[in-house]
């Protein structure tokens, strides 16, 4: 029998998501990724900026037409990458971010392949912008 129940985590995350894109100022940041998810048709936007000289996330933002876990998973995704690097960011997997939500409902697992998804493009997206190519590892965003 499936779990029906979400984490406080996940319910904390869902209610006071952290670090959406709140204003239309994409131009601001140096690496945007976008994704979809094709169980469901919704779509990721992950935004980030990075340091240069560490090549360190310095800001990520999101936003999505996802679900509730969808939500959580990306927001604690964004709390987790700020004062990474962007290999160490990109290492990240969705089993990473159910450990942090402390597990998702079995269903809603593939809602949380969203947000990392989307990081990694935009942390490709920047690579693709700065002249390191050699680094991409995703398809044209
Ligand atoms: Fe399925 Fe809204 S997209 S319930
Ligand atoms: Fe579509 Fe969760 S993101 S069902």
Redesign the pocket.
């Given at each position: 029998m499936a779990k029906w129940t979400y984490s406080d985590k996940v319910k904390d995350h869902f209610m006071n998501p952290r670090n959406i894109l709140r204003e239309d100022n994409e131009a601001d940041f140096h690496g945007i990724g976008q994704t979809g998810?094709i169980?469901?048709?919704?779509e990721?936007i992950v935004y980030i900026k990075v340091d240069p000289d560490t090549l360190t996330i310095t800001d990520c933002k999101w936003r999505?037409y996802?679900?509730?876990?969808?939500i959580a998973s990306t927001s604690i995704l964004s709390e987790m990458v700020i004062g990474m690097t962007l290999d160490q960011a990109y290492a990240i997997t969705a089993k990473d971010i159910l450990k942090e939500l402390d597990g998702l409902p079995d269903n809603?697992v593939?809602?949380s392949v969203?947000g990392d998804k989307a990081l990694r493009a935009a942390i490709d997206d920047y690579y693709r912008k700065n002249g390191m190519e050699d680094r991409v590892r995703t398809k044209g965003a």
């Open positions: 998810n169980k469901c048709g919704d990721m999505t996802g679900c509730a876990s969808a809603k593939h809602c969203l």
